[in-house]
C-alpha cells in the first residue's frame, strides 16, 4: 500500500498523522480482504479549502470534516472481483497498485469535532479515515440500512486498530 500525504497550509495535530492514517488505512484495506496492493492519496487541509471543494464538487456550500473521492465504481460494495490487470486504467503503471481514490480532510474539523464528541483527535482522525475508506470501497450512508452497515464496518475497523472513544 502507499499513501500519499500532502498538507495544505499549516497543520498542527497532536499526533503522528501519516502513522496513524497508515494504521487506518492498512486496517481498513484487510478488514475488506482488499487482493491488490493500493495507492490512496490524503490530503489534509482546512475549512476554507475543504469548503471550496465541497462546494465545487458536491455543490454544498459549507466545510466538512471529510470528502471521498473513490477511483472505482463498484457492482457489490467491497467486492473487488470485476477489477483486475486488464483495467489497465486503474492501476499505476509503474507500481501496478490499485488506484483507489483521494481522501480530504479538514483538520479543523478533526479538532473541534474530537472536542464536540469528547474524544481524542486521533481517535476524530482515525475515524474520518475509516470512513473514507469505506466510501472508496463503495460504501455509502444515504439510505437507513445503508447507514447501519456502514456504521458497523467502521465499529469493526476502529476496535481492529484499538482507537476507541
Known sequence: M???????????????????????????LDYIECPYETEINLLLTHDEQIHELNHQ?????????????????????????????????????ESGELLLGDIVISVDRVLSQAEEYGHSPKREYAFLIAHSMLHLFGYDHMEEEERLIMEAKQ???MERIQILR
Open 155 to 157: 465499529r469493526d475497523i
Open 57 to 93: 464538487y458536491r455543490e454544498i456550500d459549507r466545510p466538512t470534516d471529510v470528502l471521498s473521492f473513490p477511483m472505482l465504481e463498484f457492482d457489490t460494495q467491497g467486492d473487488f472481483s470485476a477489477f483486475d490487470e486488464e483495467n489497465a486504467e486503474l492501476f499505476d503503471p
Open 2 to 28: 502507499t499513501l500519499y500525504l500532502e498538507r495544505e497550509g499549516v497543520i498542527t495535530l497532536p499526533f503522528d498523522e501519516e502513522g496513524v492514517a497508515e494504521l487506518v488505512v492498512n486496517a481498513a
